[in-house]
């Protein structure tokens, strides 16, 4: 059932007992005695070169920081897809899960790319999630720059009639154009004084043309009409309509300056069309290599710390399990009898945040296995 299964991960290692294998075949026995409390499966580790102690806990603050870097650029992939996607937002789970989330939990083994020293590991990680998170903020940066401008050009094409772009609307028939005793006005007519219009705009002025109006266009509101008059008659005109409400747009008809305006449009338009389906292409790709270096941090965090906790040489199981959302407390407290020995002190804070030197834990639960939660829940855009 959908609906119970949460999109969020536990990862988390306990000691190999006889074997390791006995270690996964407890867990699992435990998790579903009590009707399914999770879903799990093995997360297999490579064995990693293990440093002085003094190495390991620094590596274990180095990584606390990796995995709250490499958290980060996964969500500002997943969110700038959920942009892009504009209307089909729908479509962003699909484009981001399809071939990441539980797919490489469930698929990760252990040929993923660790070099033996876990140093170089976090280096090669970070260096390629700060290239991703570069990368992201010069191709959104470019994207949004023609988003952009695009929407202020259908910002100047939508509006009033007194302010929008009137290219579309008006023809060159409309106009008495190169004349030197004539000119063509455009006027903005409120819907409700239009019948005042029809009477009054032959005598709002002298020597205004006869029958020379006509409606162009309508919004909701009002009518764009022209008229034809004497240019020495304009300003007398112009300031007599004010009377009626009758709005005498600023407007000279010039053919270039309207293609120009069009072909921009077009352009624009094209462009965006164009670089969307690359955009979307590096956005899935990326989000995948992401989501994978994000899922190697985990591990080698589970590995560094299960050896500073359960001590050498090497010997612990890291399981994967997706709590069914219901029984999550229920799932605690199972994973608690089952590894409470593991720690003496733990028996007094179930659940709560507790600092113990040397690691990285008060920023996270404290629980007597070595716990790292992996949330997908950051990737839900509603």
């Known amino acids: 059932d959908k609906g119970t299964k949460m999109t ?13 294998q006995q270690t996964w075949e407890k867990l699992h026995a435990a998790t579903t005695r009590h009707n399914n409390l999770s879903t799990n499966s093995k997360f297999n580790i490579p064995d990693l070169k293990v440093g002085t102690l003094d190495v390991l806990v620094g590596l274990s603050d180095e990584l606390a920081k990796l995995d709250a870097f490499v958290e980060s650029v996964v969500k500002k992939v997943a969110q700038y897809m959920a942009d892009v996607l504009e209307d089909s937002k729908d479509k962003v789970q699909e484009n981001l899960l399809a071939n990441g989330g539980k797919d490489v ?9 660790f070099s033996s020293s876990s140093l170089d590991t976090v280096h090669f990680l970070f260096k390629g999630v700060n290239q991703i998170d570069n990368d992201l903020k010069a191709r959104a940066s470019a994207y949004n720059n023609l988003k952009g401008n695009l929407q202020n050009l259908e910002r100047k094409n939508a509006g009033s009639l007194l302010t929008r772009s009137l290219a579309d609307i008006v023809k060159k028939e409309d106009f008495v154009l190169d004349s030197e005793y004539l000119v063509t006005l455009l006027v903005i007519v409120p819907k409700g004084n239009y019948n005042d219009w029809v009477k009054q705009y032959e005598t709002l002025a002298e020597m205004v043309v006869p029958r020379s109006s006509n409606v162009l266009f309508e919004d909701q509101d009002s009518y764009l009409c022209n008229v034809t008059l004497f240019r020495k008659a304009v300003d007398d005109f112009k ?5 009626y409400k009758f709005m005498v747009r600023d407007f ?9 305006d069009k072909e921009e449009m077009n352009r624009l338009s094209t462009d965006k069309k164009k670089q ?22 985990k591990a080698l965090r589970v590995f560094v710390e299960s050896v500073l906790r359960y001590g050498l040489p090497v010997n612990f199981q890291a399981m994967l399990l997706q709590p069914n959302k219901k029984t999550m407390k229920k799932l605690r407290e199972v994973l608690y009898d089952l590894y409470k020995h593991l720690d003496s002190s733990a028996a007094a804070i179930i659940d709560a945040p507790m600092d113990i030197p040397g690691l990285n834990l008060s ?7 070595v716990y790292y939660k992996i949330d997908c829940n950051l990737l839900e855009f509603k």
């Open 239 to 243: 300031h007599k309509a004010r009377e």
């Open 105 to 113: 939990l469930w698929k990760w083994q252990s040929k993923h790319g």
């Open 276 to 297: 969307f389906g690359p955009l979307v292409r590096w956005l899935k790709v990326n989000f995948s290599e992401a989501f994978i270096a994000w899922i190697h941090v």
């Open 363 to 369: 920023q996270q639960e404290y629980y007597p296995y």
């Open 8 to 20: 969020e991960f536990w990862l988390i290692s306990a000691p190999g007992e006889k074997t390791c």
């Open 252 to 260: 000279q008809y010039n053919e270039e300056e309207m293609k120009a």
